[in-house]
Nanobody, 113 residues
Framework: VQLQASGGGLVQPGGSLRLSCAAS????????MNWYRQAPGKQRELVAS???????NYADSVKGRFTISRDNAKNTVYLQMNSLKPEDTAVYYC????????WGQGTLVTVSS
């Protein structure tokens, strides 16, 4: 199953964006669907995860501001990002593991005034 991320762009501090990750096939049996991000000059970091059952986990830096969700019927995972900060600027990747790592192509989020 291939992943295609979209929804990135330029937003002012305090603004919102919703990222989408569309899968080419069913994600129904994929337990953990994840969003990672990589800022310039930094390592890729896990931002949020969601299980088949809907349990979620977030990086401390985004708790209370970001919400991950999944729609198995549409084979899509979302990341709602509110109260964005300049330090959220990064390329955002969707990801899952099924014997190996599968990555989407990334979508750039720039938070700047």
């Amino acid at each position: 199953v291939q992943l295609q991320a979209s929804g990135g762009g330029l937003v002012q501090p305090g603004g919102s964006l919703r990222l989408s990750c569309a899968a080419s096939g069913s994600i129904f049996n994929i337990n953990y669907m994840n969003w990672y991000r990589q800022a310039p000059g930094k390592q890729r970091e896990l931002v949020a995860s969601i299980t088949i059952g809907g349990a979620t986990n977030y990086a401390d830096s985004v708790k209370g501001r970001f919400t991950i969700s999944r729609d198995n019927a549409k084979n899509t995972v979302y990341l709602q990002m509110n109260s964005l900060k300049p330090e959220d600027t990064a390329v955002y990747y969707c990801h899952y593991y099924w014997g190996r790592n599968y990555w989407g192509q990334g979508t750039l989020v720039t938070v700047s005034s």
